[in-house]
């Protein structure tokens, strides 16, 4: 069965800093990856999604994320970040039209 | 284009009670799925719908049940609520359902159970 690990819960970056936020996965075949965000009492937003080709992929927001099979990682990156960011981001694996989602990591942006 | 439409966005029941929770997906999509989120649990998948029929279902008891309309709008339903049911639920619709297909969340209804 599929699984997905964020292995940091929280993180705190100051504003402009660069942000990098880890995901292993752990599925059979050639993943389906996405990263979704969200913000307080919303719902989820799509931030990007790899399925084939290029490994590396740009995303909305200025968030762009490396599929790495060798290490079965698929981090999310942002090289300045904003106040706006600070949210909720999951990874998630796609199988059968159906997402698994990692546990989260919260982002605190600091002034 | 509007999004998906969750209602209602609160509710508060008691343990025993039923509740049926309502989904509107994005006009032209076919496909709803709903999602569980909880602090212990993270998100989970419940079920997703395509054309009325019910093609995917994840790992909950039978309590938890859904339909999908002809026009696409879906309903789930948690029959005899446990206190363990509390969560924000969450419906998503794309547009055929694909794996690899964008899902649109909805803001979700939070559900308390006392």
């Known amino acids: 069965a599929q699984s997905v690990t964020q292995p940091d819960i929280h993180i705190t970056v100051s504003e402009g800093a660069s942000l990098e936020l880890r995901c292993n996965y752990s599925?059979?075949?050639?993943?389906?990856l996405f990263w979704y965000v969200q913000s307080p009492g919303q719902g989820l937003q799509l931030l990007l999604k790899?399925?084939?080709?290029?490994?590396l992929v740009q995303g909305i927001k200025g968030f762009e994320a490396e599929f790495k099979r060798s290490q079965s990682s698929f981090n999310l990156r942002k090289p300045s970040v904003h106040w706006s960011d600070a949210a909720e981001y999951f990874c998630a694996v796609g199988s059968n039209s159906k997402l698994t989602f990692g546990t989260g990591t919260r982002l605190q942006v600091t002034l | 284009k509007a999004g998906v439409t969750q209602t209602p966005r609160y509710l508060i029941k008691t343990r025993g009670q039923q509740v049926t929770l309502s989904c509107s997906p994005i006009?032209?999509?076919?496909?709803v799925s709903w999602y569980q989120q909880t602090p212990g649990q993270g998100l989970q998948f419940l079920f997703e719908y395509f054309s009325e029929t019910q093609r995917n279902k994840g790992n909950f008891p039978g309590r938890f049940s859904g339909r999908q309309f002809s026009n696409s709008r879906s309903e789930m339903n948690v029959s005899t609520l446990e206190l363990g049911d509390s969560a924000l639920y969450l419906c998503?619709?794309?547009?055929?359902?694909?794996?690899?297909?964008?899902?649109?969340f909805g803001s979700g209804t939070q559900l308390s159970v006392l």
């Open positions: 006009s032209g999509h076919r496909s």
């Open positions: 599925y059979g075949a050639t993943p389906y």
């Open positions: 998503a619709s794309s547009v055929q359902g694909a794996t690899n297909e964008k899902l649109f």
């Open positions: 790899y399925f084939s080709g290029d490994t």
